[in-house]
């Protein structure tokens, strides 16, 4: 237990959403709401997941993805994009950035869940300590 996921996340219905779904099944969910808070977020809590909004105030998705896989502190956190664009190319560009998948919106709030599972790192079960 104890698996903390991070959302960055600038749309309201979104964010309450994906953590609605994400405290059912047991997480810790953290909250940012642009990109500059979301970087600072990871450096300081070290999530185990990240999930990432493209489209932000402040900087895009790709650049955040960028920034956090640059950094020793945080390349090793999954990031998964979460993004509502549909054009070609946007899962490339996402995985280009170093995101370790993605997911469209809307929400399946059926399966986000299960969906986010596969991206967890495997061994949950090793208790780090934190809590
Ligand atoms: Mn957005």
Redesign the pocket.
């Known amino acids: 237990m104890g698996v903390k996921i991070l959302v960055i996340?600038?749309?309201r219905q979104?964010r309450y959403l994906i953590t609605y779904l994400l405290e059912h099944k047991g997480y810790k969910v953290l909250q940012a709401v642009n990109g500059i808070a979301g970087i600072r977020l990871s450096i300081d809590e070290r999530p185990d997941l990240i999930l990432l909004?493209?489209?932000?105030p402040d900087m895009d998705g790709y650049a955040v993805a960028e920034t956090l896989t640059a950094d020793p502190t945080t390349s090793n956190i999954p990031i998964v994009a979460v993004t509502s664009y549909a054009m070609v190319g946007d899962r490339e560009q996402a995985l280009s950035a170093g995101c370790r998948g993605y997911i469209e919106k809307p929400i399946d709030p059926e399966n986000f869940a299960s969906q986010i599972e596969s991206f967890l790192p495997g061994n949950t079960d090793t208790d780090k300590g934190v809590s």
């Open positions: 996340e600038d749309n979104n909004d493209i489209q932000l």
